[in-house]
């Protein structure tokens, strides 16, 4: 999995919050946080989100600006990556925007789930998750997807987090503070701190305003030290 990578990307208000306390969808970002996710993704093979989030959103973000979408034409791409959804449920509406939008949509699921043998209806690839991430991302690396970019929501983001499997974090904050419990990292974690307990465990690779009082942060893991 040398040749793999992925990059956690997400908005988050200044206390660390990805929601509202009463939960369900919100858009943090603006026009600035806007732009550099779609440069994620256009970077990207393939983005990967638990099925929450698809549930509270019933979409995943796409590329729409224009010159990125040629940027990966010329590359030999198809104009979007991949959405590799992970979810044991599948039977998400098919009315959903999800369903509609110009995707490639694979789903991936543990072994054993009711039905593994059936593709869902509006899925193009079912894939059977191994018993750690870290193995499934080798499974999925032997199947062109090198450059991930994680979604969320904080359990599939914790579940990478323990297997130390997250090499990048694009971090945008929000001029906003939300109190309540959805934060990025889910709140059960609590020996976080242990597993990832190097000194100067991430490295700071980049920090800039993006306009609308928001600020951009990327750090890369740093497994050297």
């Known amino acids: 999995m040398k040749n793999q990578w992925v990059k956690l990307v ?10 509202y306390p009463e939960g ?18 256009a970077w990207s093979d393939g983005i990967l989100m638990g099925g929450q989030t698809l549930r509270d959103h019933q979409s995943i973000c796409i590329i729409k600006n224009k010159s990125l979408l040629k940027q990966r ?20 509406p098919v009315n959903w925007l999800f369903f509609k939008q110009p995707i490639q ?12 043998l059936t593709l869902p209806n509006g899925f193009d690839k079912k894939i059977n ?5 870290r193995e499934s991302l080798d499974d999925l690396h032997r199947k062109g997807i090198e450059k991930i970019v994680l979604l969320g929501g904080a ?8 297997e130390d499997i997250i090499d990048e974090l694009q971090i945008t904050i929000t001029p906003h503070l939300l109190g309540g419990d959805y934060c990025w990292v ?15 465990n991430w490295i700071l690779k980049e920090s800039k305003k993006l306009g609308n009082n928001e600020l951009l942060i990327r750090y890369f893991r740093n497994n050297f030290s």
């Open 155 to 162: 359990n599939l983001i914790s579940d990478f987090l323990l």
């Open 129 to 133: 998750l191994k018993i750690t991430w």
């Open 73 to 92: 034409i010329l590359e030999g791409k198809d104009e979007q990556p991949i959405a590799l959804l992970a979810s044991n449920q599948n039977n998400f």
């Open 186 to 200: 889910s709140s059960q974690l609590r020996n976080l701190n242990t597993i990832m307990n190097k000194k100067n």
């Open 10 to 19: 997400l908005a988050s208000s200044i206390d660390g919050r990805l929601a």
């Open 105 to 116: 949509r694979w789903l991936l699921q543990n072994q054993g789930t009711k039905n593994e």
């Open 24 to 41: 369900g969808k919100t858009q943090l970002g603006q026009s600035g946080d806007r732009l550099v996710l779609e440069e994620s993704l």
